[in-house]
Nanobody
Framework: QVQLVESGGGLVQPGGSLRLSCAAI????????MSWHRQVPGLSREFVAS??????LKLSDSVSDRFTIYKNNDKNMTLEMSSLKSEDTAVYYC??????????????????WGQGTQVTVSS
């Protein structure tokens, strides 16, 4: 019922900027928070940023001075990255805590994940 689709990844020069977007596709749900994580092959998935339905913003210490996140609407968010470094190279995943709506009631939150978009920072 809910699909998350990331876009905007690609190759960027060190020091450059890039915007990633995540779109939630479907209906009969409410997104309570949306998040970005990233993963380098062979390493664990790392939290990057999140934004709740109420506007609470969280950024990891490693990116807080360079990245930001904002909602375009209730079903779309953007991760804005600047001053990119080679260590930012990873697959970036969008996730959302989603409450499905059934019979006029909100079900308990369930996490959904996109398939990821590759970001490569290289000269």
């Amino acid at each position: 019922q809910v699909q998350l689709v990331e876009s905007g990844g690609g190759l960027v020069q060190p020091g450059g900027s890039l915007r990633l977007s995540c779109a939630a596709i479907g209906s009969m749900f409410r997104i309570n928070s949306m998040s970005w994580h990233r993963q380098v092959p062979g390493l664990s998935r790392e939290f990057v940023a999140s934004l709740s339905r109420y506007g609470t913003l969280k950024l990891s210490d490693s990116v807080s001075d360079r990245f930001t996140i904002y909602k375009n609407n209730d079903k779309n968010m953007t991760l804005e990255m600047s001053s990119l470094k080679s260590e930012d190279t990873a697959v970036y995943y969008c996730s959302a805590a989603v409450s499905l709506i059934q019979s006029g009631k909100f079900l308990p939150d369930r996490d959904y994940w996109g398939q990821g978009t590759q970001v490569t920072v290289s000269s």
